[in-house]
T-cell receptor
Framework: DADVTQTPRNRITKTGKRIMLECSQT?????MYWYRQDPGLGLRLIYY???????NKGEISDGYSVSRQAQAKFSLSLESAIPNQTALYFC???????????????FGPGTRLTVL | AQSVTQLDSHVSVSEGTPVLLRCNYS??????LFWYVQHPNKGLQLLLK??????LVKGINGFEAEFKKSETSFHLTKPSAHMSDAAEYFC???????????FGRGTSLIVHP
């Protein structure tokens, strides 16, 4: 089974609808992230969480909210979807390695969201 | 502040020829640098990372990268391309103590038979 899972994998919705994207992980990592990927723009950070009680905005958080329900679960919500939120969304996890000082991120398979 | 620039949006090679994907970075502090690969319809996977140990870093599938502080570069190379290397590649920089990585815009590697 995959270590980082995302549901749904594909979603088509209409402008103004509220939707939720879910992420679950079995890696036991404290840190979780939500990114969106647009062609030619790479990955941009929406929100990140370093533990259950810690939620932080990324560079493009407007129009999005998140919930960290447990160490293993991190959900992304679009309160009122708009067409320019059409993108590929990735969840990722990481663990700070003592003595290493860097994080390797582990990514889910992505959710392709289309807003009509 | 940190930033990363991938100098080519697309690189096209023939199977069996060398691969060079270029990445320059900017960082106020000692950086950690990563290369990730994204195959079609898949998530990103770590290829290799630099963490201030050896400047020449070897990764999976025959890829390697060299950290050059004087040139602020971290180019990815492979001696001989394989069809299965066709994918999107991302260079990533992270500053120690921050751990919020910054992604480059990606380079699409196309491998011709």
């Amino acid at each position: 089974d995959a270590d980082v899972t995302q549901t749904p994998r594909n979603r088509i919705t209409k402008t103004g609808k509220r939707i939720m994207l879910e992420c679950s992980q079995t890696k036991g990592h404290d840190r979780m992230y939500w990114y969106r990927q647009d062609p030619g723009l790479g990955l941009r950070l929406i929100y990140y969480s370093f533990d259950v009680k810690d939620i932080n905005k990324g560079e493009i958080s407007d129009g999005y909210s998140v919930s960290r329900q447990a160490q293993a679960k991190f959900s992304l919500s679009l309160e009122s979807a708009i067409p320019n939120q059409t993108a590929l969304y990735f969840c990722a996890t990481s663990e700070l390695l003592a003595g290493d000082g860097t994080d390797t991120q582990y990514f889910g398979p992505g959710t392709r969201l289309t807003v009509l | 502040a940190q930033s990363v620039t991938q100098l080519d949006s697309h690189v096209s090679v023939s199977e069996g020829t060398p691969v060079l994907l270029r990445c320059n970075y900017s960082s106020s502090y000692s950086p950690s640098l990563f290369w990730y690969v994204q195959h079609p319809n898949k998530g990103l996977q770590l290829l290799l990372k630099y963490t201030s140990a050896a400047t020449l870093v070897k990764g999976i599938n025959g890829f390697e990268a060299e950290f050059k502080k004087s040139e602020t570069s971290f180019h990815l190379t492979k001696p001989s391309a394989h069809m299965s290397d066709a994918a999107e590649y991302f260079c990533v920089v992270s500053v120690r103590g921050s751990y919020i990585p910054t992604f480059g815009r990606g380079t699409s590697l196309i491998v011709h038979p």
